[in-house]
């Protein structure tokens, strides 16, 4: 079974800085799919960003980007100029890519990391 | 606008009571998820249903029980017999439940507490 792992349960950063989220996971599987999602105070969970396993290209969505190791397992975040607007959980999810097979349609998730924009 | 919701957003009940949250979606999507999340633990699949009348335990479905009888109504009962009820329940749904890239939406939740 895959796990997900985030080994910081509180981060902070100033405001216009950068910061990094660490993500880390466990499987056998080749192909997949990787996302983080953001969970602000009023816990509406919202898509940051996602990233196909078989992309050797780190995603980007503006402030947001990606650095992913497939032979490391490691999927961090990276938040570039934080805003107060980005304090949130911030969770790692994956996603099997196998078709029709009992439970690949879940997301495992990571169990979280909150993320504080000091002004 | 089209969106997911849930209702109530706060419930509460007494121990030994069985309570059905509401989960409605109108982006006619086709598969639906219920998730259970608690403090430090994020979020962990109890069902999901991927077509009408259709639907498969996750990884939590003890206590729990769910239905699909219309592609935009996904409800979940907690019986009596989930031990641990009191939590955060979040709905969510995808266009399709294979494929590269599906994205699954979220509604708001609900924060079900019982006593």
């Known amino acids: 079974a895959q796990t997900v792992t985030q080994s910081q349960p509180e981060m902070s950063v100033q405001e216009a800085e950068t910061v990094t989220l660490s993500c880390t996971y466990d499987t056998s599987e080749s192909d997949y799919y990787l996302f983080w999602y953001k969970q602000p105070p009023s816990r509406q969970m919202i898509l940051v960003i996602r990233q196909e396993a078989y992309k050797q290209q780190n995603a980007t969505e503006n402030r947001f980007s990606v650095n992913f190791q497939k032979a490391a397992k490691s999927f961090s975040l990276k938040i570039s100029d934080s805003q107060l607007g980005d304090a949130a959980m911030y969770f790692c999810?994956?996603?099997?890519?196998?078709?029709?097979?009992?439970?690949?349609?879940?997301?495992?998730f990571g169990q979280g990391t909150r993320l504080t924009i000091n002004p | 606008d089209g969106g997911i919701t849930q209702s109530p957003k706060y419930l509460f009940r007494k121990e030994g009571q069985n309570v059905t949250l509401s989960c409605e979606q109108n982006l006619n999507h086709d598969a639906m998820y219920w998730y259970r999340q608690d403090p430090g633990q994020g979020l962990r699949l109890i069902y999901y249903?991927?077509?009408?009348?259709?639907?498969q335990k996750g990884d939590i479905a003890e206590g729990y029980s769910v239905s699909r009888e219309k592609k935009e109504s996904f409800p979940l009962t907690v019986t009596s017999a989930q031990k641990n009820p009191t939590a955060f329940y979040l709905c969510?749904?995808?266009?399709?439940?294979?494929?590269?890239?599906?994205?699954?939406?979220f509604g708001p939740g609900t924060r079900l507490t019982v006593t």
């Open positions: 969510a749904s995808s266009i399709r439940t294979a494929g590269p890239s599906y994205e699954q939406y």
């Open positions: 999810a994956y996603r099997s890519s196998a078709k029709i097979i009992q439970g690949a349609q879940k997301l495992v």
């Open positions: 249903s991927q077509i009408v009348n259709d639907f």
